[in-house]
């Protein structure tokens, strides 16, 4: 039987989406050569070529939560198109500023702009994604980001041979171009028969215009996955200095790690979520978190390259179930006209997950060791998962047929 067959029911708008994701994922070239070329063609030392990404992730964690609300306001679609357009022109410009505080402010508008795309994306699958199909679409939706950034680094990395200025070039073609996409005439006018939402608001999952800041169904979601997600961007945070410095591991196997990762989910993540959409979000959610943290944890046992391969088998298994699922279950307790407002609060959750991974997992590795930090995050993974077992919800099933025409967010200009 074909694992990838549930994909052909999605509707016609999410492979659209998908595409145009792919096609600027793959020209994302530009964040993560940043410091190099800050440091290598502008001359800044490593501490304020560093500061310069650190800048970039405070405005991704302080405007995710404003960017949910034009979401809202002027629909996801709007924002997506607008988001990528405007970013991919100013990348065309970003090269024009060498004073550094013109840098950092640059970088900071580039990324509040940039960013934005992130939870009007979320919020655009929830719209058009009946609850059943919800995960396949947040699975697809993460391997079009995948296999795009399997492309736009590699690539990346020859044309910084001829140029780093070409990088921003490249860059911000492929972001106009995923723009472009986005305003091709077949995204005609359309209503959303709005059956997981409409679900929702009358099974109690999500109320009427409740603020996000106000439901504690989500404050305590989102407090059980800070610890697993500062557990998941360990590979980027202390796990590269274990490897190479603790380990003496090569380098070209710590890249060969996320060759590892990413072949994964390009190759399971999409018929695993499909295997397991009717599952319970809560039992999915808790093994998603205690593999997170059950891989990381064993690195505590790893001496060389096998090792770290199985670990990293384990993690990732996590991260596909664990992540589909989180978008998911956010889709659900999100009241309909709200639902930019939760995405962005979710990546801000992500955000800063991000930003305390590197603090925490560096000081904890630096100054009680290796064996202490990933004993730590098995413990935290374990939290996470306990925490997500206690997330309450009414699991729908597909024969719940019922659907009447709602509009959510008209795919047209506003």
Not at 1 to 24: D, E, I, T, Y
Request: hydrophobic share 55%; glycine share 8%; aromatic share 12%.
């Amino acid at each position: 039987m074909n694992p990838w067959r549930g994909l052909g029911n999605l509707p016609k708008q999410m492979w659209l989406m998908s595409f145009a994701v792919f096609v600027n994922r793959a020209g994302m070239m530009v964040l993560p050569f940043l410091v190099l070329y800050l440091n290598r063609t502008l001359g800044f030392d490593a501490k304020h070529a560093g500061l310069v990404l650190t800048a970039y992730g405070i405005s991704a964690l302080v405007t995710a939560p404003f960017a949910g609300k034009l979401s809202d306001r002027f629909g996801p679609l709007q924002v997506m198109r607008w988001s990528l357009g405007i970013s991919g022109m100013l990348l065309f410009l970003l090269p024009l500023a060498h004073h550094y505080a013109v840098i950092v402010a640059a970088v900071v508008v580039w990324s509040a702009i940039s960013e934005a795309f992130r939870p009007a994306a979320l919020a655009f699958i929830a719209d058009i994604t009946p609850f059943e199909q919800r995960k396949a679409a947040f699975a697809l939706n993460r391997l079009a980001i995948n296999l795009g950034m399997s492309i736009g680094p590699a690539v990346g990395g020859f044309i910084v041979v001829v140029s780093y200025r070409a990088l921003f070039w490249a860059d911000g073609l492929t972001a106009l171009a995923a723009s472009a996409l986005l305003f091709m005439p077949s995204w005609k006018p359309f209503r959303t028969s709005h059956h997981a939402a409409q679900k929702a608001t009358t099974s109690g999952l999500a109320q009427p215009g409740q603020s996000g800041f106000r439901n504690p169904r989500l404050i305590f979601f989102l407090l059980a996955s800070l610890p697993v997600l500062i557990i998941f961007f360990q590979h980027e945070a202390a796990l590269p200095l274990f490897l190479v410095r603790d380990l003496h591991l090569l380098e070209s196997d710590f890249g060969l790690m996320f060759t590892i990762n990413t072949v994964l989910i390009i190759l399971l993540e999409v018929p695993l979520n499909l295997a397991t959409a009717n599952r319970p979000n809560r039992e999915m959610l808790s093994i998603g978190a205690l593999l997170v943290g059950l891989g990381f944890g064993s690195m505590v046992f790893i001496s060389g390259f096998g090792g770290l391969a199985a670990t990293v088998v384990v993690w990732t298994f996590g991260e596909m179930i664990l992540l589909p699922t989180t978008a998911a279950y956010m889709s659900e307790i999100a009241p309909p006209e709200r639902r930019g407002e939760y995405m962005g609060l979710y990546q801000m959750t992500f955000s800063l997950g991000f930003a305390l991974s590197a603090w925490v997992g560096t000081a904890v590795l630096d100054q009680f060791g290796a064996t202490t930090l990933w004993t730590a995050t098995f413990v935290a993974g374990c939290v996470s998962a306990a925490m997500m077992w206690r997330v309450k919800g009414e699991e729908r099933h597909a024969e719940d047929t019922d659907v009447t025409a709602s509009p959510v967010h008209p795919v047209t200009d506003t």
